[in-house]
């Protein structure tokens, strides 16, 4: 069983900076992609930000230039800095990890979300 823990969320002005952290632990092997996404209430939940293996990220168009994601693969960590926030920016996030417990089982783990508030 894989667990992530989160941190890192709260109340921000606009304009102002967050930086979120996701530490994963429990039976990991291996890790393919590392990333965090949003549920903003009445909406689905969206990619924010990935990193997969290769040092490889993707960023959704609403937060490119003003968020970065970065992992620790040593520590198998996760951080998403947000700078520049905005009142839309404010949603629940989420770590979330995929990756193998050893050669025949996959993982597919969840954090458990943490609250992103931006006043004007």
């Known amino acids: ?8 969320g709260g109340l921000v002005q ?13 039976n ?9 996404y949003r ?3 009445g909406k689905q939940r969206e990619l924010v930000a990935v990193s997969t293996n290769g040092d490889n990220t993707n ?5 490119k230039g003003r968020f970065t994601i970065s ?6 960590t996760v951080d998403l800095q947000m700078n520049s926030l905005k ?11 995929a ?3 050893n050669w025949l089982t996959a993982f597919d783990a969840w954090g458990q979300g943490t609250l992103v508030t931006v006043s004007t």
């Open 1 to 8: 069983q894989v667990r992530l823990v989160e941190s890192g």
């Open 14 to 26: 606009a304009g102002g900076s967050l930086r979120l952290s996701c530490a994963a632990s429990g």
């Open 28 to 36: 990991i092997f291996s890790i393919n992609a590392m990333g965090w």
């Open 39 to 41: 549920q903003a209430p």
């Open 59 to 63: 960023y959704a168009d609403s937060v």
């Open 71 to 76: 992992r620790d693969n040593a520590k198998n």
């Open 87 to 97: 009142p839309e920016d404010t949603a629940v996030y989420y770590c979330h990890v």
């Open 99 to 101: 990756g193998g417990s």
